[in-house]
Nanobody, 115 residues
Framework: QVQLVESGGGLVQPGGSLRLSCAASWSIFSINAMGWYRQAPGKERELVAQISSIGSTNYAGSVKGRFTISRDTAKNTVYLQMHSLKQEDTAVYYC?????????WGQGTQVTVSS
């Protein structure tokens, strides 16, 4: 299993920005896809953004234009830069890594958007 360590959550006002980080214990080139999911209270976990081993990206419609997923291959770290945050972005954000036969999750980091 690949170990994932997240950081960067917190409390931010509407319209603010945050950057989440996810450090993987494997080379991210050996992971088919890494992504960020989120789960708000009473809701199902949903995909926010994903980046493949070749760098292609995919976003949920609700975050397109506001969030950017990126990676630092030297640090085996994936980032989620979030701008123009809204109250509805409040959730626990989870890092995910997938390759055939293996799916790993981070411990989750809370993002709260509130005035």
């Amino acid at each position: 299993q690949v170990q994932l360590v997240e950081s960067g959550g917190g409390l931010v006002q509407p319209g603010g920005s945050l950057r989440l980080s996810c450090a993987a214990s494997w080379s991210i080139f050996s992971i088919n896809a890494m992504g960020w999911y989120r789960q708000a209270p009473g809701k199902e976990r949903e995909l926010v953004a994903q980046i493949s081993s070749i760098g292609s990206t995919n976003y949920a419609g609700s975050v397109k234009g506001r969030f950017t997923i990126s990676r630092d291959t030297a640090k085996n770290t994936v980032y989620l830069q979030m701008h123009s945050l809204k109250q509805e972005d409040t959730a626990v954000y989870y890092c995910n890594a997938w390759r055939p036969g293996i799916q790993s999750w981070g411990q989750g980091t809370q993002v709260t958007v509130s005035s």
